[in-house]
């Protein structure tokens, strides 16, 4: 693994986190930051953790050196850590906090996906269709007229139905009947099929 290159204004601000006395974890939750304070860099790092196991945004607890002066200072995850200090308290706690949290999050899941859905509300009943008037309906009046041995012309027809706009040649061609027009204007149709 390659190291970054620090910049020498963080080297300046890292020599100042050892004379600090005020340490803080701070993570954004429901986009406002949540903020503990602690004497010791040990507990904000053990509170860190704590509090990325509880966040459920995938985002990280940050911990701040505060000076005298009352500046925050970034203190990185692996400040003061060596390979030798896996072993050291604020580590394993630290570690063991990670390890929860990936633990709890699959659990998380699973309890989200057991739950059940909530009922959906019962839809109003649709209204009953209006009874249709006693007698023919007008598509069938119009059928009896064509179908009759007696020619009809349009005028019989809308006057017959009080429906002046009535298209003929559609009802017709839905029904399966053959529309003829005499030279005269009479109308005259075959049965349906």
């Known amino acids: 693994m390659t190291t970054k290159k620090i910049h020498p204004a963080d080297v300046a601000d890292l020599a100042l986190i050892p004379a600090c006395k005020k340490f803080t974890a701070t993570i954004l939750k429901n986009n406002k930051p949540q903020t503990t304070e602690h004497d010791s860099l040990a507990a904000a790092r053990i509170e860190a953790a704590r509090l990325n196991a509880t966040a459920n945004n995938s985002r990280k607890a ?16 692996l400040y003061g850590r060596t390979p030798a200090d896996a072993g050291s308290e604020a580590a394993k706690a630290d570690d063991k906090a990670r390890d929860a949290a990936k633990a709890a999050k699959p659990a998380e899941a699973a ?83």
């Not at 911990?63 to 995850?77: D, F, K, N, S, W």
């Not at 598509?139 to 002046?164: G, Q, S």
Request: hydrophobic share 45%.
């Open 62 to 77: 940050l911990v701040y050196a505060i000076t005298a002066e009352g500046r925050a200072i970034l203190v990185p995850a």
């Open 111 to 193: 309890k989200a996906e057991k739950q059940a859905k909530p009922a959906k509300k019962a839809k109003a009943a649709k209204p009953a269709k209006k009874a249709k008037p006693e007698g023919k309906s007008k598509v069938e009046i119009v059928i009896a007229m064509l179908l009759r041995k007696k020619p009809v012309t349009r005028a019989d027809i809308a006057e017959a139905v009080a429906w002046p706009s009535i298209n003929i040649k559609a009802i017709c061609t839905r029904k399966g009947m053959k529309l003829k027009q005499a030279a005269d204007g009479t109308l005259s149709a075959s049965a349906p099929k």
